[in-house]
Each structure stands twice: as structure tokens, then as C-alpha cells.
């Protein structure tokens, strides 16, 4: 088998097999970590890490990763509000967050920038619903989504590849 179908391959199997309601669920929640973190951060490509190394739906979590993205846009005012009341409004919190400035690893965070402790702070306090919420569209729901894929123009022109057909042979004697 050359490299290029071992990808293809690979690449297959992330779409079509492991479709566990929880794993697309865990996916979707950690694209909108990846969504709402400003680049370049730290946060950020630990979100991204989590995203490869842990037993989720990559290809979910890339596209939550983007459609967050986009949402971020929107929200950037109501978390320029959250951020500036968790930085600047609670004095209690000041000898924390002037601790964590003078950390050797925080300050690369940006979690003095109001708009990136904003979002990490909504997409906190959305995990636990939209993993629930997803977990339970999913649990219900995936096995109809994918069958109305199979029944749909794109998904018969699929199956007719001689590449699936190979790809299934060999999916059916692992």
C-alpha cells in the first residue's frame, strides 16, 4: 500500500469510523476552546494539542473549531465586558491576577487582554451544556445523518469509487 493511500486511508477512517456520541461531543466542545481562544496563545495550542492527542472526532472539532470562530466575532463586545469585570471591576482579584503577571508562563496566556479572558470565561461556562446538549443530538441522531449521507448524490458517487470499495475490503478484514 503506498503512503498516499495509507493517508487517504487515515483520513477515511477519521470520518467514517469512531462516531461515538461522547467523542463528537468532547470534539465539539474543545473546537469551541480552540474557536473562542485568541491565536497564537498559549491556550490556544493547548486546546489544539488536546484536540490530536485525545480519543475525539478530529474533523468535528476542527469544524467547531471555525464555525466558534466565526461566533467569536460577535461576542468580542460581551467579552470585552466579562474580561474587564473579572480584570478590572473585582479589586478582589487583582493580587491573583498581578501574581500570575509575574509568572514565567501565564503572561504568554494574554489573560490581562480583557477580550481573551472574556471568551476563555464563556467557553468555561458553555462546556458542560454543549457537551450535554451535542452528546444528546448525537447519541439520537447521528446514525440517521449518516445513512441520509449514504442516500444522497455525493454519497452514492462515493461508494462507486473502486478506491471505497478497496477501502471497505479492507476495513471488513481488520
Known amino acids: 500500500m503506498s503512503w498516499l493511500q495509507r493517508i487517504v486511508y487515515f483520513i477515511l477512517d477519521l470520518f467514517l469510523l469512531d462516531r461515538s456520541?461522547?467523542?463528537?461531543?468532547?470534539?465539539?466542545?474543545?473546537?469551541?476552546?480552540i474557536g473562542l481562544s485568541s491565536k497564537m496563545t498559549l491556550q490556544w495550542y493547548f486546546f489544539m494539542f488536546l484536540l490530536f492527542a485525545l480519543s475525539v472526532h478530529v474533523p468535528?472539532?476542527?469544524?467547531?473549531?471555525?464555525?466558534?470562530?466565526?461566533?467569536?466575532?460577535?461576542?468580542?463586545?460581551?467579552?470585552?465586558?466579562?474580561?474587564?469585570?473579572?480584570?478590572?471591576?473585582?479589586?478582589?482579584?487583582?493580587p491573583i491576577w498581578s501574581r500570575f503577571y509575574h509568572s514565567p508562563i501565564i503572561p504568554f496566556t494574554s489573560f490581562n487582554h480583557t477580550v481573551v479572558m472574556g471568551n476563555l470565561l464563556i467557553a468555561s461556562l458553555?462546556?458542560?451544556?454543549?457537551?450535554?446538549?451535542?452528546?444528546?443530538?448525537?447519541r439520537r441522531y447521528s446514525g440517521l445523518i449518516f445513512d441520509g449521507f449514504k442516500r444522497t448524490a455525493l454519497g452514492y458517487f462515493l461508494r462507486d469509487l473502486e478506491f471505497y470499495r478497496n477501502y471497505v475490503r479492507k476495513r471488513q478484514k481488520a
Do not use: E
Open 21 to 33: 456520541p461522547a467523542r463528537i461531543a468532547g470534539s465539539i466542545v474543545l473546537g469551541m476552546f
Open 126 to 138: 458553555l462546556a458542560l451544556p454543549l457537551f450535554l446538549i451535542s452528546f444528546m443530538i448525537f
Open 60 to 94: 468535528t472539532g476542527i469544524l467547531s473549531a471555525l464555525i466558534f470562530r466565526l461566533c467569536s466575532q460577535t461576542m468580542d463586545a460581551m467579552a470585552h465586558r466579562l474580561g474587564h469585570f473579572i480584570l478590572v471591576d473585582a479589586p478582589g482579584l487583582r
